[in-house]
């Protein structure tokens, strides 16, 4: 049996949820049973982060702890405390884009199976909440990978490789309806929040009881509709469109928040890769150069906007920006862009 879970890797929730997981676990195989394999995918709570870190906002932070009482959030940090032996601290110190993490977490999986993937969440956990440490930082990433027997995460990092694979997963999550995190999924069945160890315990049965009683088959079905009430839903929604070869969808979707937010580094690439998708070239152009503007070291924008200008067969133009995306990012996509306009 596998679990499939979505979880965030600066969500309070996710990292409790994850020891509760590995306690529902144990309490299974002293069951005599067989241990699942936990397979993790990408959900970024909050997906207009920055790619390059900044202070966490306390005052933010306060608020959102606001949601929980206090009784509720001592008990949370009583818990992890337990779990993490002497000298825990919390230090949540970063807001910072976890699109890089959740790569390194799918080229563990690529390279080292479901334990290795779990044991890089757990330093990558680690790293943010005990060491206050940035998730952005390529250096942080690898010092967490290397420290969980992932020995070739600098250099994997450094390739770009596993961005496709986080987007896919990210829209897959949407589209059986994650819409909180953590969230596991077994076959049919899915269980959101940090559950106790006793109920994930029970998800874990009834999911069993599921598999014995369906007929052959994986019996996969959605798991609700997903909404867009708020600006980080429908960021997501569109996202899901985008990779569904949808573009004019996700435009309209993003389209009631594009006043409020359409400053946003994130929402404007979102945006301009639906541009782009949907082939209105001129107006992919004039949003990626916003974006370079603002943020000059921002690559894979600049390899959108050489992409953009190759398009429009303005190839010296197109050069330039692959140049930089290349020297910003030796991803293999930048290099084969940059080769195909004779850079």
Known sequence: ??????????????CLGRHRLQRALELWEADGRERPEVIWH?????????????????????????LHSAETRAAFLAELAEAEGPGFAWRPRWRVSTFDAHRLEALARRHGGNALQDAVKSELLRAHFVRGENLGDHAVLAAAAEAAGFRHAREALATGEGGAQVRAESARGAT?????????????????????????????RQAADDRRSDPPGDGAQPLGTVQAPDPVSAYREAGRLLEAREPLEALRVLQPWSGEFGGDSAVLLLTARCYF?????????EVLRRIVEANPTDDYARFMLGRC???????????????????????PDY?????RVGG
């Not at 049996?1 to 996710?14: F, G, Y």
């Not at 390059?52 to 306390?58: F, G, L, Q, Y």
């Not at 290099?335 to 080769?339: M, P």
């Open 277 to 285: 998708a949907s082939a209105q070239l001129g107006r992919a152009e």
């Open 176 to 204: 059986v309806g994650v819409t909180a995190v953590p969230t596991f999924v077994v076959g049919r069945r899915a269980l959101a929040g940090a559950q106790d160890p006793e109920a994930i315990l029970d998800f874990l």
């Open 42 to 66: 990408p959900y970024q709570v909050d997906p207009m982060a920055p790619r390059i870190a900044v202070p966490r906002d306390e005052e933010a932070a306060r608020r959102r702890e606001e």
């Open 1 to 14: 049996m596998h679990i499939n879970a979505w979880a965030d890797l600066t969500c309070p929730w996710c």
């Open 309 to 331: 200008l190759q398009r429009q067969t303005r190839r010296e133009e197109a050069r330039v920006h692959l140049r930089i995306a290349v020297s910003l990012n030796p991803s």
């Open 335 to 339: 290099a084969d862009a940059l080769a």
